[in-house]
């Protein structure tokens, strides 16, 4: 399910277009073999970061998404690894509207 619905967002990003559901398999799985990699759902990464192991039993997940609030221990740093797709749109094909009043952006 989760496969599935990754692969009709990102083929209906111009450039996933070729994207299967292998592709998918293959880039969720990439890490697995890292040290301390673990799939972890919002609330899990958001307990963990506050250095809770897990929520109250109070706590739903919509009541978590109501009371939750950023908090990061800046001792501790998350192994985060984003993948590069260079773009087809080259930097002098881009053109910058007059409308954004950029007047220090000069096209050379």
């Known amino acids: 399910m989760l496969t599935a619905t990754l692969v009709d967002l990102v083929t ?8 299967d559901e ?3 398999d ?12 673990e799939r972890l759902t919002d609330l ?5 970061a506050m250095g809770e192991t897990k929520a109250p039993a109070w706590m739903t997940h919509e009541t978590a998404l109501q009371h939750s609030t950023l908090l990061m221990d ?3 740093s998350f192994p985060v690894r984003f993948p590069f ?12 509207p007059e409308v954004l009043n950029l007047p220090t952006l000069k096209k050379v």
């Open 12 to 19: 209906s990003v111009p450039g996933g277009e070729n994207v």
């Open 22 to 24: 292998g592709n998918i």
């Open 26 to 37: 293959e880039w969720l799985e990439c890490d697995a073999s890292e040290p301390g990699f």
């Open 44 to 48: 899990e990464i958001t307990n963990k």
């Open 74 to 76: 800046t001792k501790f």
């Open 85 to 96: 797709n260079p773009s087809k749109i080259r930097l002098e094909d881009i053109e910058v």
